[in-house]
Each structure stands twice: as structure tokens, then as C-alpha cells.
């Protein structure tokens, strides 16, 4: 109980009077009692991890069973560069997302955590990653856009993304495709809930993550910001409603 009470979660929480579940506590014995009946060789977990892994050898020990091996992974910041990447806080570049989604959101990301996203998600080498030191902010996250996409997609593909990134951001050309998107049914009042639209468009597969979508900043609709979540607007078809700085859809009614 006192390791556990030194872990800054708790500590702070306990100096702050708020309150900590017995449920906290019984979490970390119970995985590390897992690794107890498995016999685990070895545990990857984050570096959240580590305490709780620690407990799985000191208890291997005590038993007899041969201590496991620990490997601990930095975490990975989310694309609002603030919450570890997670896919329920709708922050996560998913390995399965196509060429143009993973290098918009890599682009999307705060300019601070390029040398963090270029060591833990590409293949870039430490002296590739040194070299980003002066270059243009934008520059090397595209570098590290492009090494992702390359990982995942391959290298023509890459090349393709960057190419097309700098063809419409940087010299302010106009898509070479925009899909179209149905935009379902209006509602009683004739318009269109902002939500309901990204979750048509599958910008966002729930309320909670289209709404998050819009209150962080990156929603527009033919180049205007919605920032109210709660927006119904009005349309007559054809409009452009883009979340980011790449994904994109051309709506039909």
C-alpha cells in the first residue's frame, strides 16, 4: 500500500482529499497475479505499466516461479499532442487508415512532439531525426508524414501524400479528388446537424468523437469553422465539409 500510495496518481489525489477506489488498488495485484498463473516469460506494457509489472515479478519471486521480463514502450502522445494516443478519445492514427488520413493527421499534430513521433511510429534513423534540428517545422513533420504513410502503404504511396499535401496546402490548388458523401435526411427545421454529417461523412463513428472533432477546431464546412457542436446549418448540395487539414467530402442531398 505505500509503494502504491507513492505513485503520483494516488499521492496527488490523497494530498487533494479526493477519493481512490479499493477497485485501484485490487487492479494492479490482480494483473500482477496474472503473470503468476500464465508463467509469463515476458511483458510489454507502457511505461504506465510499471509498477504494476514490477508487482508481477516481486510476486513471481515469492512464489518460485522464474521472474518475467519486463519491456516497457514510451507512450505515444494522441494527435491533440496532450492524452496518450487512444482510439476512445478519438486521438489515435490507426495502422489501417488509408495514405491520405494518416498524413493528414500527422500533419495535424503539434510541432513539438516531431522528434517523438518520428523515434516511436516510423523508421526513420536517429541521424535522419537529428537532421530535423533548424529545418522548417512543417518540413519535417511532413518528412515524418510521409516515412508513416511509406511504413504502412508503401513508398509510392508516401511520395504520393506528400506530393498532393503540398500541391493543395502549399500552393493552394484545389484537390484532385473530393468524394461524395450523402448527407442523410435533414432534420424537422430543414437543416443539417453538424454531428450527424461527420458521422455520415465517417469522420466520426459517435456523438462523442464528432463532437470532439468540433470543438477542437477542425471542422469547416466550403472553408467556414463550425464550432458549435450543437449547429444545425443549412445546405443545398455540393458544399465541402473537411475535418482537418485532410479529410474531405463533397456533400450530395
Known amino acids: 500500500v505505500q509503494q502504491m ?8 489525489r490523497y494530498r487533494e482529499n479526493e477519493p ?6 485490487l487492479y494492479c495485484l490482480m494483473q500482477a497475479w496474472d503473470s503468476v498463473m500464465v508463467k509469463a516469460d515476458v511483458e510489454l506494457g507502457g511505461q504506465d505499466q510499471t509498477f504494476n509489472l514490477t508487482v508481477a515479478r516481486k510476486f513471481m519471486q515469492q512464489e518460485g516461479v522464474e521472474p518475467q521480463v519486463n519491456l516497457l514502450t514510451p507512450l505515444l502522445e494522441g494527435t491533440d499532442g496532450q492524452a496518450k494516443m487512444s482510439k476512445s478519445l478519438g486521438n489515435a492514427i490507426g495502422v489501417l487508415d488509408d495514405p491520405k488520413t494518416q498524413l493528414g493527421m500527422v500533419m495535424s499534430n503539434d510541432d513539438e512532439h516531431i522528434h517523438r513521433n518520428a523515434r516511436l511510429t516510423t523508421d526513420l534513423t536517429e541521424e535522419q531525426i537529428a537532421g530535423f ?3 522548417n517545422p512543417r518540413d519535417a513533420k511532413l518528412a515524418v508524414a510521409e516515412a508513416l504513410v511509406t511504413r504502412y502503404h ?13 500541391r493543395v ?30 458521422k455520415a461523412c465517417g469522420f466520426a463513428k459517435s456523438t462523442g468523437e464528432a463532437r470532439r472533432l468540433v470543438e477542437g477546431g477542425g471542422v469547416h464546412l466550403d472553408e467556414e469553422r463550425v464550432g458549435d457542436w450543437q ?4 445546405l443545398e448540395g455540393g458544399e465541402v465539409l473537411r475535418v482537418g487539414r485532410r479529410r474531405d467530402a463533397r456533400l450530395r442531398i
Open 20 to 25: 481512490i477506489s479499493v477497485r485501484e488498488f
Open 154 to 166: 508503401g513508398a509510392d504511396a508516401g511520395a504520393r501524400e506528400r506530393e498532393e499535401f503540398l
Open 231 to 234: 449547429a444545425r446549418v443549412p
Open 169 to 198: 496546402f502549399s500552393r493552394k490548388d484545389a484537390p484532385t479528388e473530393i468524394p461524395e458523401k450523402d448527407a442523410g435526411p435533414p432534420a424537422d427545421d430543414g437543416r443539417w446537424w453538424i454531428v450527424a454529417l461527420l
Open 5 to 12: 500510495m507513492e505513485r503520483d496518481s494516488f499521492e496527488k
Open 133 to 135: 534540428e533548424g529545418e
